[in-house]
């Protein structure tokens, strides 16, 4: 009689248990049905970092004859990257013109004080260019200001692929 006694406990824990595991089951195979009570997470996706790199952005302007000597150059900088204040702009022997260079957000004002420049190509050197590795490619839009007018004048853009 002891026996039964003491197996009694022990086999009614056992049922309560397998019930409980039982019931608790059957709510995790129907966790992915509509009907569920408990809250799941489904489709877990991981996605690469997304790299950075640093890089430099170079192109030439040619700035005709006719239109009058240059007094601003704008460049709408994409979305995609981060534009720094290290800008080169030199003329077509290497020789460094003298500039003053505004970062605005996306937008970069190159100001030339010198009211000379006219007739000649120019290169601009955007250097230190954070970009994603992966990704559309950058698109530069640029305008163009000259002495005695204030209306931009469009330019052009610069494509530089991603790689």
Sequence with gaps: MKKILIYLPISL??????????????????????????????????????????????????????IGALSQLIIDTPSTVAVSNDINVSDRNGQRINT???????????????????????????????????GSDSIYSLSAKVVGNNSEIPVGVARFRTF
Excluded: C, G, M
């Design 13 to 66: 824990i056992l049922a309560i248990a397998a019930s409980i595991s039982a019931s608790y089951a059957s709510e995790n195979v129907n966790t992915n049905t509509n009907n569920s009570r408990v809250f799941n997470i489904e489709d877990d996706l991981q996605f690469l970092n997304t790299r950075w790199r640093i890089v430099k952005h170079a192109f030439q302007i040619h700035i005709p004859k006719n």
């Design 100 to 134: 003053n260079v505004f970062v605005d957000n996306k937008r970069i004002i190159i100001v030339f004080p010198k009211q000379d420049i006219s007739n000649t190509k120019i290169s601009i050197e955007l250097n230190k260019v954070k970009q994603p590795v992966l």
